[in-house]
């Protein structure tokens, strides 16, 4: 698969290719704060408030998430479910 992908315009489960993929990539660490993705992001993240009011119903359920960018929906990078919520709530990312 080509990388990146445009999130917006893709099937889910083209995203879930594509998320694996960066994980391979990545060598299963998180693109945003760098910590393995089988684990908890780091304490920046993870000590952070998160309000879960924000998102959708089950967000938090899926613990690894394909990030994008907001404004060109191009993909960036698998990151945890805590992390993409940090650059939601905190970085308008």
């Not at 993705?37 to 967000?59: A, H, R, T």
């Amino acid at each position: 698969m080509d990388l990146p992908i445009n999130y917006k315009n893709t099937h889910y489960s083209v995203r879930k290719i594509a998320r694996e993929e960066y994980q391979v990539i990545q060598k299963n660490h998180c693109w945003f704060c760098g910590a393995k993705l089988d684990e908890i992001p780091d304490s920046q993240v993870q000590n952070c408030s998160i309000n879960k009011k924000l998102f959708p119903k089950g967000f938090f359920n899926h613990p690894v998430h394909l990030h994008h960018d907001h404004n060109t929906d191009m993909t960036i990078g698998a990151v945890h479910a805590r992390c993409n919520a940090y650059l939601w709530q905190y970085k308008r990312q």
